[in-house]
């Protein structure tokens, strides 16, 4: 265990800033740019759905369903269940945002996967699936061997921590590069929305962060210290 | 220890990223961008410091200076200094290649600090300097006592990994917004430089990612392992 600490109020702390983050990209995307649509002639509007679930998705609920294992008093069998599940509903959601990219793309003749946040958003969006899977055949269901599960447990911590803070990363990239496009069609640099855009990745860049510092630091006292690998 | 495998390899695949990552900056400021110049009247010149110093220091010289404490086959007060004398030419050309930056904002009339780029690096460089100054004090002059220095050394390395990470994904950042102002200028999107600026960027990640997973390896087996606090 790296941290002689306890990583409970590192959860609280978790929890505070993805409400706050949640709440900055719902008035960005609704607020300033006018909402969200699956369906729309305003394009803008569906290209809005990619970073309020991505957020949400791979950002927020993929956090929660990292520090689950250290915040809920649940059995390790229970709490389990709710990293998979957790993970599960951020990598669909975080699919969905992917595909109403692309569709914003499509229905806007823009090109598609130039950019360095598409071609990591593709490579990061695959490794947490293949994350994802291999972390239930070994540990759900069928299940590995007691050995192989202890063989996997550190690769398996280390590589979902590689992947959540890549994609933490990437969403820096992409607050980064949607407020440059905006800037450069005329929203002010030291303008309002700018430095709630701005804001909102540092918030982001908070919440994986705390989330990090979480793995890092020590279960409870009652937990089985399965997770403690790290 | 996280992972039980041997850091020593880790550390081969972080020299040969380290060394691509100075060929391909080094191509796109010169060979694409027309080269480097303190004083110009070409301003652009005084810019392409900015990336080359950047990398050079807190990501290159930042990186091997992490990991020379698992790498070097020397005695731990000569890997502390060592260490320590590395984040400092780090620490050095990372405050040079900020100031590149606002010279050539101020010699062009270029907004200074607007964009999160700029906030996070100014963070970053501050982080770096006070991790730096409380580890000399700390662990090299005058240096704690012996029970001081146990209970900092996890905070050490989970801080300077930290704050390593945080500039990587920086770094990350400043490749994508200048590429994309490039861009905006007529810099084809699926062009050669487009390439090149992105796959720089790609491994720099990769490099960033091998010294945190060298830093999660296990010291070769003569080592005293006082570094191996994760």
Redesign the interface.
């Known amino acids: 265990m ?3 600490v306890k990583a409970i109020p590192f959860t609280f702390v978790v929890h505070v800033l993805g409400i706050a983050g949640l709440i900055l990209v719902l008035v960005w995307t609704i607020d300033f740019r006018g909402g969200l649509a699956w369906e729309s002639t305003n394009k803008s509007l569906i290209f809005n759905i990619h970073p309020v679930l991505m957020l949400i998705g791979l950002i927020i609920i993929g956090g929660e369903a990292i520090i689950s294992y250290k915040s809920l008093p649940l059995s390790k069998e229970k709490k389990k269940l709710v990293h998979l599940v957790l993970h599960a509903i951020a990598l669909i959601l975080g699919i969905i945002g992917v595909y109403a990219a692309f569709k914003y793309h499509n229905e806007s003749s823009i ?1 598609n996967l ?4 598409s ?2 958003g593709i490579g990061i969006i695959v490794l947490y699936a293949i994350q994802w899977i291999y972390g239930f055949l070994v540990f759900f269901y069928p299940g590995g061997s007691g050995e192989l599960r202890s ?1 996997c447990i ?2 398996h ?2 590589f979902g921590l ?1 992947v959540y ?2 994609a ?2 990437n969403a ?2 992409g ?3 949607k ?3 905006l800037e ?1 069609s005329g929203v002010a ?2 303008g309002s929305e ?1 430095f709630l ?2 804001f909102t ?2 918030i982001t ?1 908070l919440f994986g ?1 705390f989330v ?2 979480s793995v ?1 630091s020590q279960a409870p006292a009652e937990d089985d210290h399965s997770y403690s ?2």
């Open positions: 790296a941290l002689g090109a130039y950019s360095l946040h071609w990591l063989a550190p690769w911590v280390v590689v803070v890549l933490v990363g820096s990239l607050f980064l590069e407020l440059t496009f450069n640099k030291y700018a855009v701005n990745a540092v860049i962060a990090v510092l890092l690998a790290i």
